[in-house]
Each structure stands twice: as C-alpha cells, then as structure tokens.
C-alpha cells in the first residue's frame, strides 16, 4: 500500500496544464512540419503560420491558441494506493484553476442554458480509472470546442461491418469541412456501449499522433480512413490540400452482439497533450 | 502579400479575390456567439448599439487575457459557422465585413455580395502569432461575458486569407 497526498495529484495537474496550454506535442510539430513540405499555395501559407505560431507560443510561454480548452484530466489510478488530503476532484479542480490564471488562458466553461461562464475554467472534465499497481498516471488534454462540436457518434449495426466504420470516419471529416480547423487528428472509438464508445475515442486522442493500434486488423482501419479523409480534398483550414488529417486513432473494445457503436472525436491540428506518472 | 489598410476602400474590394493572402491593418472588433445575441436584443428592442456597424470589421473571437507587458493574450479566430444566424442581417444594416474561420452559409455568402463585403479567414489555431499583430486591445462592451465580450483592436499586419470575396467567390468552394 502506497499514500499519495490528492495535493501532489493537484500540482501534476498545474504542471501539465501550463505545459500543455502553451505547447504543441512533438509528434504535432513534425506532423505539420510534413504538412506544410507536401503543400502549396494557401494551405501551405496556414501551415507555415502555425509552424511560426508554434515557436512564438513556446519562446513566449503564449497560450498556442487561445481555446485553451476544456481540462480533460484521465487518472489511471493504480488499486494499491491509499489517497489521503482534500477530496480528489477538489483537487484536480484546484490544479486547473491555478493553471489557467497563471498562465493567463483563458476561461471557456460556462452553465449550457445560462452561458454563464464559471470564471476559472472549472470543473475539469475528469475521468478516473482504477487500474493495478501502486501509481498514478496523469493525462492533461487541454480539449477545443471548435473540433470537438464536429464529432459524431453512430450507433452502426454488426452487418455494416468495417467498411460501415471506414465510412463514418470520412463521412465525419467531410461534413465537418473547413469548421473545425483541419489538418485533424481524429480519434475514433469502436465498440463498447453509447457512452464509453465516446470515451474510448477521446482516449484515442492522447495516442501520439502516427502511433499505430496494435492490433492489425484495427490498424488497417486507421491506415484506410486516414487515405479516404485525405482523398477529400478539404486540407489546412480549408484551403484544399493533400493533408486533411495529421493521423487517425482508434481504440476497441468489446460490443454487444446486435450492435457495432463508432465514436468520432475530432480534434483540430493543435495537438497538446501532457502525460505524467506520480 | 497584399498590405491593406482598413477600412477597404471600393477599389480594394474590387481588387481582392478568394483566396488572396493579406495583412491587414486598422481597427476591428470581437464578437462571438453571446456578444451576437446581445446585439440582436438590443435590435429587437430598437435600443442604441454599442459599435457603430458601418465603421465596424467584426472579428470572431475570444482572446486570452493579456499578460504583464501585452495589448493582448493569445487570440486567433473562433468557427464562423456558428455566427450564420447573425451576419447576414448586420451586413444588412451596414457591417463592414468578418474575420473568422472556416466555411459560411450561403446566406451568408449571398448578404455579402448583396452588400459589396468580404469575409476574410484568420488562420485558426494561430493565437500566440495574432496576439502579435494586436497592439492595442479596449473593452467596449458587455464585460460580463468576460472573454466573449466586444473589444476594439489596432492590428497591423494582421495575416489572412480572403475567404469569400465581394463577388461571392469563396476560397471553401471545391
């Protein structure tokens, strides 16, 4: 049995959100980096921008773009420690909040009728997981709203099979266009329920973009939506390119035998996403 | 990369076509879905706004609060779909143009030709490079909204693309 004070969970967070706010992954820059060598014209010139932005925002300790998200913060709690100090999501909270004024980013969470806005970008938007072992890990994903309004959730029957999953991946990048600030990454979860359909594709988004699944058969589906959104033509910003999407990512799980769920979560090229092990 | 100084004159509006890069300089004003909406009550009621719309560039926004030393924080521009309930009737009465991201309706592309306006498209996801081009940064209104709220920009050499120009040709038609 291990004892972890919720504070050191709480300062993790701090960390990771100031991190993450203000820079792009590794796996993001060199992404783009290829973008903008394939491209040409005004999709090339948005690419080059962004690169530009990329390094101003890191030098300056700028926000990279000013959605500084919702805080989606993923715990993967090991079963073997013993959490003490103030209430868990207390202390997540208070990591965000201290994250997003220190670091002068700004405050997006509002009440969805009142759009009243909560002033600290609180509550995080947590979700914990009990797992073996005596650790914690940390996954700060600051989460934009421009993409995030563009996903999609299909409740798919089995006998639409994987062609029916390749076709709702596209058909999401396409009706999404211009919107939601491609290139994308696109996190996609296949299988469980309706709910954890959709957490399994946001959990896709913290997989480096470029990784592969480890599963073939999965990885083939990555490798074939990722063709047909970049068959669409749409490319940075919608300027029309070759690079629609920086990489897709699924993630599987076990359905029930009358249905086959396929979550869409699109996130926009400014891939942030922070991990850390206490 | 044309230099443009707004507002457009009648011979830039001529001269620009979708898909021109541009850096744009003068005076603009944020605006996103919540400022809008305030906006048209206070039309629906017949009161006063607080921006004169025909010496006004909307632009799509919300910026991060500026640190110690900056006109502003972090500040690109915000989907400018979800403004399409609202541009075509302040083009009407007078709004200069847009600055946002992404595609618009085709109403709002028809109130644009109708009105001889363009709409231009910031780069998205570009914030800390457009908190650069912002050199002075005033709140005008609706302060509640906090980051949603109006401010009054001075850019120079502010970067964008042309999106839909005054004939209705758009940069998104594929």
């Known amino acids: ?278 | 990369m044309k230099k443009i100084t707004l507002p457009l004159s009648p011979s830039d509006l001529n001269a620009l076509h979708a898909g021109d890069g541009v850096l744009l300089s003068g005076t603009i004003y944020t605006a996103r879905d919540c400022a809008h909406r305030r906006l048209f009550e206070l039309l629906d009621r017949g009161e006063p706004l607080p921006i004169e719309l025909d010496k006004t560039y909307i632009y799509y926004a919300g910026p991060c609060p500026a640190p110690a030393g900056k006109a502003c924080g972090s500040c690109g521009p915000t989907t400018s779909a979800r403004m399409n309930a609202f541009a075509p009737r302040l083009l009407d009465l007078g709004l200069l143009g847009m600055i946002g991201k992404g595609e618009m309706s085709e109403e709002t592309r028809a109130a644009l030709v109708r009105n001889k306006k363009v709409y231009f498209a910031a780069i998205g996801g570009g914030g800390a490079q457009y908190a650069k081009s912002i050199k002075k940064s005033e709140l005008v209104a609706f302060p509640d909204l906090l980051s949603e709220a109006i401010y009054r920009f001075e850019v120079v050499d502010f970067p964008a693309v042309v999106a839909i120009d005054a004939r209705g040709k758009s940069v998104y038609d594929r």
């Open chain 1, 1 to 278: 049995m291990r004892t972890l004070n919720t504070k050191e969970i709480s300062d993790c967070v701090y960390r990771l959100a100031r991190k993450a706010g203000t820079t792009l992954t590794p796996a993001c820059r060199s992404a783009l980096r290829a973008a903008a060598d394939a491209e040409e014209g005004a999709a090339q010139f948005a690419l080059a921008t962004l690169l530009e932005n990329a390094d101003t925002a890191q030098a300056e300790r700028m926000p990279v773009c000013q959605d500084t998200g919702m805080a989606v913060v993923l715990l993967e709690i090991g079963q073997n420690v013993f959490l003490t100090g103030e209430p868990l999501a207390d202390a997540v909270n208070d990591g965000v909040r201290r994250a997003y004024a220190d670091g002068y980013f700004r405050k997006s969470i509002c009440d969805p009728l009142t759009r009243v806005n909560t002033g600290d970008n609180t509550p995080a938007h947590l979700h914990t997981e009990i797992v073996p072992g005596e650790t914690v890990k940390v996954t700060f994903l600051p989460k934009g709203f421009g993409s995030e309004n563009m996903s999609k959730l299909y409740m798919l029957t089995p006998s639409e099979g994987r062609a029916g999953i390749v076709r709702a991946i596209v058909e999401t990048v396409r009706a999404a266009g211009s919107r939601p600030c491609p290139p994308v990454y696109v996190g996609v979860g296949i299988g469980g329920a309706f709910d954890s359909c959709a957490l399994l594709a946001k959990k896709a988004l913290t997989r480096d973009v470029g990784s592969k699944n480890a599963r073939a058969d999965v990885a083939s589906i990555e490798e074939e939506a990722l063709a047909g959104i970049n068959a669409l033509g749409i490319g940075a910003q919608g300027f029309g390119g070759k690079v629609t999407a920086l990489g897709v990512a699924c993630e599987i799980a076990p359905t029930h035998i009358a249905g086959l769920p396929v979550a869409v979560n699109i996130q926009c090229h400014c891939i942030r996403c922070e991990k850390e092990t206490l």
